[in-house]
């Protein structure tokens, strides 16, 4: 069974840019067909999707944040990584990283999310 | 930009039938997915493609989508299916990925 696990910074400084890690186990990332997945919740709200990079390397992105995101994958580490650029308060969240799957895209893998705090 | 409506909170006694609502523009052209997330947690995938259930999902959870409504339906609810519930849709004509408010479930 596959499993996510997410690393990165707990706080920030506004303007950096923010760095996540997720690394996968117990199956292989460049097989698919799977979305691996950035997905955020900021406290007590709902959840947003940043963006997915597809076993293909093709990628989507949030157009809200288009601008400042970058997600890449290293399969060789059996990571994927989200970027965050000019982060601002508005960006405090726990962030998620999942597995998507499917022709209609739902997430049947999460990791546990990690809390990222921007504060100066 | 493609929007799904949820109330944000439902309550229900024990025993009795819960219904989630996830409102969208002919959602009922599109599939719906829906997770339930208790707190500290991430989220657990319940349903998906409107209404089939993942492995080990119990069969008190159930879906269906119609029209402008689709509907996650909890059966003989439980204590422990308080949660918040989060209905998701692919929007194919935009390639977006969006998600509802969130629904909070007390159980009375």
Request: glycine share 10%; with cysteine; charged share 15%.
């Amino acid at each position: 069974q596959v499993q996510l696990q997410e690393s990165g910074p707990g706080l920030m400084k506004p303007s950096q840019t923010l760095s996540l890690t997720c690394t996968v186990s117990g199956g292989s990332i460049s097989s698919g067909p799977y979305y691996w997945s950035w997905i955020r919740q900021h406290p007590g709200k709902g959840l947003e999707w940043i963006g997915y990079i597809f076993y293909t390397g093709n990628t989507y992105y949030n157009p809200s944040l288009k601008s400042r995101v970058t997600i890449s994958v290293d399969t060789s580490k059996k990571q994927f990584s989200l970027k965050l650029s000019s982060v601002t308060a508005a960006d405090t969240a726990v962030y998620y990283c999942a597995r998507a799957s499917g022709g209609r895209i739902w997430v049947d893998a999460w990791g546990q999310g990690t809390l990222v705090t921007v504060s100066s | 930009s493609y929007v799904l409506t949820q109330p944000p909170s439902v309550s229900v006694a024990p025993g009795q039938t819960a219904r989630i609502t996830c409102g969208g523009n002919n959602i009922g052209s599109k599939s719906v997915h829906w997770y339930q997330q208790k707190p500290g947690q991430a989220p657990v995938l319940v349903v998906y493609d409107d209404s089939d259930r993942p492995s080990g999902v119990p069969e008190r959870f159930s879906g269906s989508n119609s029209g402008n409504t689709a509907t996650l339906t909890i059966s003989r609810v439980e204590a422990g299916d308080e949660a918040d519930y989060h209905c998701q849709v692919w929007d194919s004509s935009s390639d977006h990925v969006i998600f509802g408010g969130g629904t909070k479930l007390t159980v009375l």
